[in-house]
Nanobody, 122 residues
């Protein structure tokens, strides 16, 4: 079992920045690839970004590429999502996930945090 807790969400104006954190406990954090997903009201949950177990590889959704940066700190068992140049369409509940990174793709497993709300005002 892996337990995940997100933090860092809030209200920000368009063009602003936020940094989300995902603290992991339970099984060895470094064994898992990690990912961020988001779900806006009335929409399905969508992939945002993922990072390999050793942090050496990352992938991003086209909608956030160049604006968001995913990272991880194994010593702290924590993953981050630095979000810059935020847009109103980034408004959503953001969830972290523990999964598998294979041949350049991320595969989520059923380890989810409770989510953190990000609201971007225009």
């Amino acid at each position: 079992q892996v337990q995940l807790v997100e933090s860092g969400g809030g209200l920000v104006q368009a063009g602003g920045s936020l940094r989300l954190s995902c603290a992991a406990s339970g099984r060895t954090f470094s064994n898992y690839a990690m990912g961020w997903f988001r779900q806006a009201p009335g929409k399905e949950r969508e992939f945002v970004a993922a990072i390999s177990p050793n942090g050496g590889s990352t992938i991003y959704a086209d909608s956030v590429k160049g604006r968001f940066t995913i990272s991880r700190d194994t010593a702290k068992n924590t993953m981050y999502l630095q979000m810059n140049s935020l847009k109103p369409e980034d408004t959503a509940v953001y969830y972290c996930n523990a999964g598998v990174y294979y041949t350049g793709s991320y595969y989520s497993q059923n380890y989810w945090g409770q989510g953190t709300q990000v609201t971007v005002s225009s």
